[in-house]
């Protein structure tokens, strides 16, 4: 194999990384910067210039360290950049503060979404076999409650009233684990 062809396979899997990267955070991405940036034509601009300027320093990034608070970062700057071109533009009141406020929230906001999800995988492991299948088969198999009803020969309404008691537990359980974990 010669050097180009290696060099394509390399540019081929450093594409392959990140465009696999990208595509499980994009959406997370979009969110932070629609928190920051109120107009959606300009949280579009954005969005495509942090995902081109994410591209341009892949190389920058260590794997195995999280992508989606590298995106934000280089998100944050262009809204930053954003807010200071309307503001020399006088059509709109910036405050750099705020901004950086609302930063902050966003932050804390990702850190607690991170715990919610460990502590649904905890909650999750506590169900019993039969209310993990019904999750399942609900929510990752997208099958219809009427679908689940006839294939289990029962009531519309019982698999509402075991969907809504898993709902609850998975609820109270998340929520007691948060607590237990803010007092220590």
């Not at 579009?44 to 360290?65: A, C």
């Not at 071109?85 to 607690?112: G, P």
């Not at 998975?170 to 684990?177: D, N, P, V, Y």
Request: net charge positive.
């Amino acid at each position: 194999m010669d050097s180009g062809e290696q060099d394509k396979q390399t540019r081929d899997r450093k594409a392959g990384e990140f465009v696999c990267l990208l595509t499980s955070q994009q959406a997370r991405i979009y969110a932070y910067i629609l928190s920051l940036v109120p107009n959606f034509s300009d949280a579009d601009d954005i969005l495509q210039d942090t995902t081109k300027i994410m591209w341009e320093r892949f190389d920058d990034f260590t794997p195995g360290t999280d992508f989606l608070a590298w995106a934000k970062k280089i998100a944050y700057f262009l809204i930053m950049k954003y807010y200071r071109d309307i503001q020399k533009k006088n059509t709109a009141f910036y405050d750099e503060q705020l901004i950086r406020k609302l930063d902050a929230d966003s932050q804390a906001l990702s850190v607690s979404f991170k715990d919610y999800h460990i502590h649904l995988r905890d909650c999750l492991k506590k169900l019993k076999q039969k209310d993990r299948k019904l999750l399942r088969l609900r929510y990752y198999e997208n099958q219809k409650v009427r679908e689940m009803a006839s294939r289990f020969g029962c009531s519309i309404q019982y698999v509402y009233r075991n969907i809504s008691r898993i709902h609850q537990f998975l609820l109270a359980c998340i929520q007691k684990q948060q607590m237990l974990k803010d007092l220590t």
